[in-house]
């Protein structure tokens, strides 16, 4: 069966500093790949997606970025973080087209990011 | 533009009673497919259900059913006998087959289920 992590769970970082939240999917195989964030109490919104190993989109301008060194792993960072950056960072998976309910996605335990 | 719009920022619920979430849609896309998930207070989103636009009857897995209108533009979830457990956010979310099958997602309903 597949499962997908994120690390860390919780993590504080004071302004300025640089951010790299790490996703890894287990159990498939050229999965598409992406990444939200929800403010809170809010919904969640797309920052980027992956259909494949270097293929980025980007969603929302903004001072994060993301990249697929591998199949099955997907990073989002920053060099330097803002306020506005705080919230609810989740990974998400979804089979690659042509499957049955090939666009189902699946998320991840989540990471909390607050900026100080 | 694709919009998901929930209207019940909050809903309460006896135990073992049922209850209708309500999501509605806009899109001019003939495919898509419309989606539920549970996030508890842990975070963690769990994937509930889905309809996709051609699918003729309505989605069902267990406890959960999507009343599926297309002509309204709507897709309400429903939860029969409802347990403690259910209580959580839920947020309806639609799918675009031609943007990479990124998701839109409304602003959700916070249920309570009562003992």
């Known amino acids: 069966s597949q499962t997908i992590h994120q690390w860390p769970a919780t993590l504080v970082q004071p302004v300025g500093s640089p951010l790299s939240l790490e996703c890894t999917v287990e159990g498939t195989s050229n999965p598409n790949l992406y990444w939200y964030r929800q403010a809170a109490g809010r919904g969640l919104q797309l920052l980027f997606y992956?259909?494949?190993?270097?293929?980025i989109s980007s969603e929302v301008p903004q001072n994060l970025s993301a990249s697929r060194p591998q199949d099955r792993q997907f990073i989002l960072s920053s060099k330097k973080l803002l306020l506005s950056d705080s919230g609810f960072y989740l990974c998400?998976?979804?089979?690659?087209?042509?499957?049955?309910?090939?666009?189902?996605?699946?998320f991840g335990p989540g990471t909390r990011l607050t900026v100080l | 533009a694709q919009k998901i719009t929930q209207t019940q920022p909050g809903m309460f619920v006896q135990e073992k009673e049922a209850v209708t979430l309500d999501c509605t849609y806009d899109?001019?896309?003939?495919?898509?497919?419309l989606f539920w998930y549970k996030q508890p207070s842990s975070g963690e989103m769990i994937f509930l259900i889905y309809q996709g636009s051609y699918d003729e009857q309505n989605a069902t897995e267990g406890r959960y059913s999507l009343n599926f209108q297309k002509a309204r533009k709507s897709a309400n979830l429903v939860i029969s006998a409802s347990q403690l457990g259910d209580s959580a956010m839920y947020f309806c979310a639609m799918s675009l087959y031609n943007q990479g099958g990124k998701l839109i997602f409304g602003q959700g309903t916070e249920l309570s289920v009562k003992p």
């Open positions: 992956s259909v494949g190993i270097g293929q």
């Open positions: 998400a998976w979804s089979p690659p087209y042509g499957t049955s309910r090939g666009d189902t996605q699946y």
């Open positions: 899109t001019s896309d003939q495919s898509y497919g």
